[in-house]
């Protein structure tokens, strides 16, 4: 994955603004967004969750799926393109399928307590609330695992280091301190 | 000690304020020029930079606004923070190591600075210095509200204040930021941030405890309550609904790394590699603070259904109602100071850099060189800026009551929008170009204000911000690669390899 990953980024972002697009055009539901709790003041209430995602429920879904893609690749980005090893690749495509994975088991339980009205408690959660709650949380934990114990490998190893103390060094010793004046440092 | 739970939780706030200006008398010996003004000469280590980096992060939005979100719309806003971990993530990967050697190597006071650097382009120095000023004014506002509240919340409780005005309140607690931010300058501010962030944490993790016994069955029978009474509040996309939930994960996730208090705090540390470390601790800080958001907010939403208070006057009330309610006196001293600490780390932080917009970056892109005495200039905008965004405070919280939190929120979504495009793909892509930067920008700044002053209801709870973010990004892509490629400078392009 080298120049071509700022065209998948692109990709992704034209198809999060289509969807985004449909969503906006999709059949409006009534109180999609909530309505005032009818007895105490200033809580809303969500009411037919069923109702609320009939026109949008995919395009929602689909529409997470892409932002989690996005979150990996904005990742991947930030990694420079020399490091950007297969061993790195690995690493974040398994993050990508365990946030998707949790994403899947937060949808399904959701969508079976819509249909059953059962649910399972988890940490003082509803099962799919909790997997919104620490799943979504946890999903991101392999990146500060990947950045933390992976940071000499992948994101500032030895070299990297080595070679900004150059930089730093020439541009002392070439009298660069422009006071950020960018024509001087051309 | 229950008879002196006002005066306990009084003292509380009054010693720790005592302590913001001690350090900013301690901060101002240590300040000399510009640089340690704003960027504290780059030479602070890990522990500090975590710290200030998570408590500037969770503001009062968190700490006032994020309950009250909670308790009105229920697990809609958990959002904002389970996004937390991937959030600081796009930070910490794609902005603190290129952000933090651009500021070595080009001697960068501010985040406009190293844009100009980056894209070769005074036009982009600008137009994020004029977008920093402009959220700054939305959010600075936003937490100088928050801080009058909570005070006016404290003092009113006590004989002696019982009248006390919310004029007066803003007028005290700003006079306190002030005075440490003026003296000081980012030193005081990422000091005094430490000591917040401590307090931020334990404040936390105490009130999850505390929440956790209200009821017999702990936070499992607080939601069966919730669920009983409307279950779509406490399941995953809460009384919002999916787009509202999933517009916050985009904005909060994405956002953070485009929140220029935040990265301007990872220009400040001694050594690049501090960053393996700095990364893990502000992840754990902000999640052991924000127990508190959702605890509470979970507690009271179920504690006025199940009857056993009154409902609140408004969904703000949340945090304060349940610290004289469900807390020791102590414990209510703690969060209170936990309360100004996470306000305050956040205002000194916009102060900061919207003083380094107005009197640093907005006169160098116009007349192309820095103006004489920065510092003493620095000082004078800090107090202008304080009060003027005290006074947008008072006229935002007497002309229209809406939530403290949504008036956070937009200040938070303008800078996603429009600044994550421009330092975060900036940083790591060479094919961004000036026309993709301005597009993003603009865009971004129209759409938001847009439909906030429009007034525009999006269908199915779709924010301004989302849209803003989702065009911007688009924009900022499709107009870089149909425009020519920039030649960057020299030590740009090489630490873009990097």
């Not at chain 2, 706030?13 to 010996?29: E, Q």
């Not at chain 2, 006016?152 to 204040?161: D, K, N, P, R, V």
């Not at chain 2, 993003?440 to 906030?452: H, M, Y």
């Not at chain 2, 900022?476 to 690669?481: A, E, K």
Request: charged residues 10%; glycine residues 10%.
């Amino acid at each position: 994955m080298g120049r071509q990953l700022i065209y998948v980024i692109a990709a992704i972002c034209a198809a999060m603004t289509i969807i985004l697009f449909l969503i906006l055009t999709a059949e409006p539901v009534a109180n999609a967004g909530g309505s005032a709790h009818p007895i105490f003041a200033g809580m809303r209430i969500g009411g037919d969750g069923l109702a609320r995602l009939e026109h949008i429920g995919s395009l929602g879904y689909a529409f997470q799926a892409l932002l989690l893609s996005l979150i990996v690749a904005f990742a991947t980005l930030g990694v420079s393109e020399k490091h950007r090893t297969p061993r790195l690749r690995a690493y974040m495509i398994a993050t990508l399928i365990f946030s998707l994975f949790i994403l899947w088991q937060m949808v399904s339980s959701h969508l079976s307590f819509i249909a059953t009205g059962e649910t399972t408690y988890f940490m003082g959660f509803p099962a799919p609330t909790a997997w919104a709650m620490y799943g979504v949380w946890l999903g991101g934990i392999p990146l500060v695992l990947i950045y933390t114990l992976g940071f000499r490998q992948f994101i500032y190893t030895d070299e990297d280091q080595a070679e900004f103390e150059k930089l730093v060094a020439k541009s002392a010793a070439e009298g660069q301190e422009t006071n950020n004046n960018p024509e001087e440092a051309r | 000690m229950e008879a002196y739970r006002q005066e306990i939780i009084l003292g509380a706030v009054a010693l720790y304020m005592v302590f913001c200006v001690i350090t900013g008398l301690w901060a101002m010996r240590r300040t000399s020029d510009a640089s340690d003004f704003f960027v504290a000469g780059r030479g602070l280590g890990p522990i500090v930079i975590s710290l200030a980096l998570f408590s500037s992060t969770l503001s009062g939005f968190g700490f006032v606004g994020g309950p009250g979100l909670v308790y009105s719309i229920g697990v809609s806003s958990f959002w904002m923070i389970t996004i937390s971990t991937a959030g600081y993530a796009l930070g910490f990967f794609m902005v603190s190591k290129r952000i933090r050697m651009i500021a070595e190597l080009r001697n960068c006071i501010s985040l406009p600075d190293v844009l100009a650097a980056r894209y070769g382009s005074e036009a982009v120095r600008l137009l994020v210095a004029i977008t920093i000023v402009l959220g700054v004014m939305g959010y600075l506002a936003t937490q100088i509200l928050a801080m009058a509240v909570v005070m006016q919340a404290i003092l009113s409780g006590t004989a002696m204040f019982a009248d006390i005005g919310l004029v007066a309140c803003v007028a005290i607690s700003s006079t306190v930021l002030i005075f440490y931010c003026v003296t000081g300058g980012i030193i005081a501010s990422v000091y005094t941030d430490v000591v917040q962030g401590g307090i931020m944490m334990v404040a936390g993790v105490l009130i999850l405890l505390t929440a956790m016994s209200v009821f017999d069955g702990g936070m499992t029978e607080a939601t069966s309550i919730i669920l009983k009474d409307d279950s779509e509040a406490i399941m995953p996309w809460g009384s919002a609904g999916i787009m509202a939930s999933l517009g916050w994960f985009f904005v909060f996730g994405l956002g953070l790394a485009g929140q220029p208090h935040l990265v301007t705090k990872m220009m400040m540390n001694r050594n690049i590699s501090d960053n393996r470390h700095i990364f893990p601790l502000s992840v754990m800080g902000y999640v052991l603070a924000a127990l508190l958001w959702v605890s509470i907010g979970i507690i009271m939403r179920a504690t006025v259904i199940d009857g056993v208070i009154p409902p609140l006057g408004l969904p703000d009330d949340a945090a304060s109602v349940f610290l004289s309610v469900f807390t020791s006196p102590l414990l209510a001293g703690i969060v209170f100071a936990g309360l100004f600490a996470a306000i305050m780390s956040t205002s000194d932080a916009f102060l900061n850099i919207g003083t380094a917009a107005i009197i640093h970056d907005i006169p160098k892109a116009i007349w192309g060189k820095n103006i004489e005495n920065e510092l003493m200039w620095a000082r004078i905008v800090t107090v202008i800026l304080a009060i003027v965004a005290a006074l947008f405070a008072l006229y935002s919280y007497y002309a229209d009551a809406t939530l403290v939190a949504l008036l956070g929120a937009f200040g938070w979504a303008t800078f996603a929008a429009s600044l994550f495009p421009v330092v975060a793909l900036g940083l790591n892509w060479k094919g961004a170009t000036v026309p993709g930067a301005v597009a993003a920008i603009v865009s971004a700044l129209i759409i938001n204000f847009g439909v906030q002053l429009a007034g525009i209801a999006l269908p199915y709870g779709v924010s301004g911000g989302l849209l803003s973010f989702v065009v911007s990004l688009f924009l900022f892509l499709s107009v870089s690669l149909i425009t020519k490629p920039p030649v960057l400078d020299r030590d740009i392009d090489r630490v873009m390899d990097i």
